[in-house]
């Protein structure tokens, strides 16, 4: 497609149930990251991959966050077992080559009731 | 490790006026520095990068940055403010192996009529 996309839009799950975080790159672009958004802070990393191989998870918090690219295309950030503190922007970057620019998505606004 | 500091969080200047937004980093090897701006509830945008080709770098809508490796610093300025450059700004820093970026966190700019 023409941009980074990400979806859903917003997503209010209630403390407790599993979600899944959508991310289309652009085509073509070799890597993806997962970053989140504080409310007023900067994007925080949470992992990338090259194609389909995940090269650092260093940046997610616990367990109960994952991330894959199986196809080296879309990607999937779950969360399980969520918890109120999970409520951020999620957002999603992709970078034709090593060194970026990277493009955002319009990202993911999560809120856990 | 790398890390990047964006010094004042909120800039206010008057329609015309220099913008000056300051960003220092840190890190152990040549980085990639980059601006972006984020309008409000939307996804960030580039504005420009340094990937050592030129220490003066020019962006869209009229904003340019200068590195410069001995102050470690990579402020971003325009000539004269308009109303619509009123948004967040955030410089980040990659390494230039490719990777995460790291941002700061972020100076807000308001342009006053």
């Known amino acids: 497609g023409a941009g980074v996309s990400q979806s859903p839009r917003y997503k209010v799950t209630k403390r407790g149930q599993d979600v899944a975080l959508r991310c289309d790159p652009i085509?073509?672009?070799?890597?993806l990251y997962w970053y989140r958004q504080a409310l007023g802070q900067g994007p925080e990393f949470l992992t990338y991959f090259n194609y389909e191989a995940q090269q650092d998870k260093s940046g997610l918090p616990n367990d109960r966050f994952s991330a894959e690219r199986p196809e080296g295309s879309i990607s999937t950030l779950t969360i399980q077992r969520t918890e109120q503190r999970d409520s951020a922007m999620y957002r999603c970057a992709s970078s034709l080559e090593l060194g970026g620019p990277d493009t955002f998505g319009s990202g993911t606004r999560l809120t856990v009731v | 490790a790398q890390s990047v500091t964006q010094l004042g969080s909120h800039v206010s200047v008057s329609e015309g006026a220099l913008v000056l937004l300051r960003c220092n980093y840190s890190?152990?090897?040549?980085?990639?520095l980059f601006w972006y701006v984020q309008y409000p509830n939307q996804g960030l945008q580039l504005l420009l990068k340094y990937t050592s080709a030129a220490t003066l770098v020019k962006g869209i809508n009229g904003f340019e940055a200068e590195f410069k490796k001995s102050e470690t610093s990579f402020h971003l300025t325009k000539p004269s403010a308009h109303m619509s450059d009123a948004a967040e700004y955030f410089c980040a820093v990659r390494g230039n192996q490719g990777g995460k970026l790291i941002f700061g966190q972020g100076t807000e700019l308001s342009v006053k009529p």
């Open positions: 085509s073509g672009h070799v890597s």
């Open positions: 890190s152990s090897v040549p980085p990639y």
